[in-house]
């Protein structure tokens, strides 16, 4: 007699959803309940690693907001429940209607994907080729962006250190013990504690659980990481311990830059970030010494003073060393679809009413509120709003509200009535990450490179649509998907993948407005014969088939065979198959992370002219914010054990620190008069906050700080919403930004502390 498995204690493969790394995990399941969370020890990324938050995934997927049916604004605010017919059918018309007045470029798409949910994305892009939406941004554009800039610049392609190797990992404004950044980070930093022939330079203003483990913690002063990691690069040039002969064979530019660092004053530079000369000279020593350097940076410089400045001086660093495509170095990656789309020459253009840089196809967030509320008659009237939060997540909450209410048309695509969806005319309600076939894009491993696609664990809640179903309702409605052209790519895709490919090429060989809605084609044509649940899927197999293009080379070496189509084929067909533990798809040898490279001659460019101005007028910068009024720095958005940005909205997920405390050291506490517990107010430029107190020792005097992901509002029992801790965005501001990127300066925010009887 066969055993019969009690479902209840059957494991279902699928990954964490809380940060950018999604590690695989095995979950047990009791009726829509997520009972028990372990890491998937056959994933080829992960190896079986998981973090405290994803043993709290249940939260996420069972929270008691869920939305189940479209909703309608009101007159009178309020929002009414509609069908899903009527509800697409009105949307179409109205985005129609402002076009027809004013122009499709006049509405705006902003997001597309949440951590490992980017499939959403993919078929928004069909959507905006279909209504003609010229331009978009997400959450890269306040952070990443400045950095993305710098790399288009100097390499034309996205670098990733290899950190389970490196002789000397250094990371700069970031603590990968809660942010991760690379697989199995937790593992990897005690290896690299535990290894005497390794070492960890941390350059941060808090004794981070990073920083505590590195053998040189440059603890700047807040904002100051430009003086350190010039003061660094100083060291590298005075003390003539640059790689010359390699910089001279793969680099151009050098002398411009050489010609700078070696005027920096590194005592006064060591002074003005308060850290010790004798400490910055030994860790560029110790870089300079190194077979191999990898340098991670995060936040708590990209939304910083001098941000786009001191992503380019941290890649000085290791460009001025040679640590560039070998074991334990920096090094360019294969890439599904590129996160950024670079260009290493060239101005980017520029958004229709401020002017200000669009880097990567991407418009700066803190732009955004100034694109609508205008009278300038290429303002921004309408916009699509997907997987994203911008009225909590984005700088100054306030701007963002007001900008909802002056759009004349706005639809948000979620999982919940979240605080920007309270304010659109229209919400449609999404099916959860673990409801529908998804994946990220956000894979960089070098030499080999691993693609994860998990199926559904559960079917989407009555109500809901996955995002590839909304976008193909939409267009289909619109009149552009028309049976006659659909019919024969559904006819070849029954025939199978190489009929498919075929069918597929010679019509976008002759339609190409038809081609550019290929996302919704592939769903409604190959995405009918693949299994029950994967049907978004679809859209992979042309990323598989660029991707195969691209590196037939690399695949071959991963085990695939053939030409490109038909590596594209077996790669996609993978994917389907066993794409839940990854797939490795591209195997290169160190040499080819030069051809990775897209700038002249495939060399790194490292004269960018404006920054080595801003280099020479770093001395007349000044160290700090902070004023008479506002004399404290607050830094607005930490990461910690508990914080998921805004994809947790039940704070019951938290095990510790519900409220999200505001952090700072004894002695200012003491000089605020508050205790561990206590109360305190929290005043900045853009508004006014209270916070529980935690005192904490790890902070400089002077430097508080907030986490991230607080302040949304939750219904326990589907009552009236509570709000707990407090909503970062309350309290900035979009004009406090970066001059390159426009990102804002979240981790630099002028504050007055006061106590709270």
């Given amino acids: 007699m066969t055993d019969i498995v009690d479902p209840k204690l059957e494991y279902h493969k699928t990954v964490c959803v809380l940060c950018s790394n999604n590690c695989g995990v095995e979950v047990r399941l009791d009726d829509r309940e997520i009972t ?355 009225v909590h997540s984005l700088a100054s909450s306030e701007d963002f509200r007001q900008m909802m209410r002056a759009l004349d048309f706005s639809l948000v695509i979620d999982v919940a009535m979240t605080e920007t969806a309270k304010e659109a005319s229209w919400v449609l309600p999404a099916s959860s990450q673990y409801e529908k076939v998804e994946c990220t894009f956000f894979g960089a491993s070098f030499p080999e490179n691993v693609f994860t696609l998990r199926p559904p664990i559960l079917e989407p809640m009555e109500g809901t649509l996955p995002e590839p179903e909304i976008h193909t309702r939409l267009i289909r409605e619109a009149g552009l998907l028309p049976e006659e052209k659909l019919a024969p790519l559904r006819a070849a895709a029954e025939e199978g993948l190489d009929a498919f490919s075929a069918a597929f090429a010679s019509m976008a060989a002759v339609d190409p407005e038809f081609a550019a809605l290929a996302p919704v084609v592939m769903y409604e044509t190959l995405g009918t014969t693949l299994p029950e649940g994967m049907e978004g899927a679809a859209v992979l197999w042309f990323t598989a088939q660029r991707c195969a293009m691209k590196n037939t080379d690399a695949m071959r070496a991963a085990g695939f065979t053939g030409e490109a189509t038909e590596i594209g084929n077996q790669f996609f067909t993978a994917m389907i198959e066993r794409g839940v533990d990854g797939v490795t798809y591209t195997k290169h040898e160190y040499d080819d992370a030069w051809t990775m490279l897209k700038t002249d001659e495939q060399k790194i460019n490292m004269d960018l002219p404006e920054l080595i101005a801003d280099l020479a007028a770093l001395s007349d910068k000044p160290t700090t914010h902070a004023t008479d009024d506002f004399p404290f720095i607050l830094s607005a958005g930490e990461r910690r054990a508990f914080t998921a940005n805004a994809n947790m909205r039940d704070p019951e997920w938290r095990k510790k620190d519900k409220e999200g405390a505001l952090r700072m050291s004894p002695a200012d506490a003491a000089q605020v008069g508050v205790e561990d517990g206590s109360r305190v107010r929290i005043t900045t430029p853009g508004g006014s906050s209270v916070a529980v107190v935690e005192i904490n020792d790890t902070y400089r005097d002077g430097h508080v700080a907030l986490p991230n992901g607080h302040g949304l509002e939750y219904a326990p029992g589907g009552g009236d919403p509570e709000v707990y801790g407090v909503s970062t965005n309350e309290l900035t501001t979009t004009d406090w930004k970066d001059e390159y990127a426009g990102t804002p300066w979240h981790k630099h925010v002028p504050a007055r502390l006061e106590p709270v009887s």
């Avoid at 941390?202 to 659980?209: A, K, Q, T, Y």
């Fill in 36 to 390: 028990r969370v372990r890491g998937n020890k056959a994933h080829l990324a992960s190896k079986g690693y998981t973090c405290e938050k994803a043993l709290r995934i249940n939260h996420y997927q069972n929270n008691t907001g869920r939305l189940s049916s479209p909703m309608k604004r009101m007159p009178d605010g309020s929002y009414l429940a509609v069908d899903w017919d009527t509800a697409i059918a009105e949307i179409v018309a109205e985005m129609k209607a402002l076009g027809d007045e004013h122009g499709q470029d006049k509405i705006m798409y902003y997001g597309g994907g949440a951590q490992g949910n980017h499939l959403g994305g993919a078929y928004g892009a069909a959507l905006r080729s279909a209504f003609g939406i010229k331009y978009r941004s997400n959450a890269l554009a306040q952070e990443k962006t400045g950095e993305a800039w710098v790399d288009g610049h100097m390499f034309g392609a996205h670098l990733h250190g290899d950190f389970h190797h490196a002789e000397v990992s250094v990371f700069v404004g970031k603590n990968p013990w809660h942010s991760h950044g690379f697989d199995e980070t937790r593992r990897v930093l005690k290896d690299i504690k535990a290894d005497d022939s390794r070492s960890m330079i941390v350059i941060d203003p808090r004794v981070s659980e990073t920083a505590a483990m590195a053998d040189f913690h440059l603890q700047v002063q807040p904002g100051t990481d430009a003086f350190c990691i010039a003061a660094l690069g100083g060291v590298l040039v005075q003390e003539d311990l640059l790689a010359k002969s390699w910089l001279e064979e793969n680099t151009v530019g050098s002398d411009a830059v050489v010609a700078e660092l070696a005027k920096v004053d590194v005592a006064d530079f060591a002074r003005r970030c308060d850290v010790s000369e004798d400490l910055i000279r030994s860790a560029a020593r110790r870089m300079a010494a190194a077979e191999s350097v990898a340098v991670l940076e995060d936040l708590g410089v990209e939304m910083a003073p001098n941000s786009t400045l001191v992503s380019y001086l941290q890649k000085l660093l290791w460009v001025l060393v040679g640590s560039y495509a070998r074991p334990g170095a920096m090094t360019g990656h294969s890439s599904l679809v590129p996160i950024y789309n670079y260009s290493a020459t060239g101005r980017e253009p520029s958004a229709p009413v401020t002017g200000g840089m669009i880097i990567s196809g991407l418009v700066a967030c803190n732009d955004i509120p100034a694109e609508v509320m205008t009278d300038h008659p290429n303002r921004t009237r309408g916009m699509v709003i997907e997987t994203a939060n911008p």
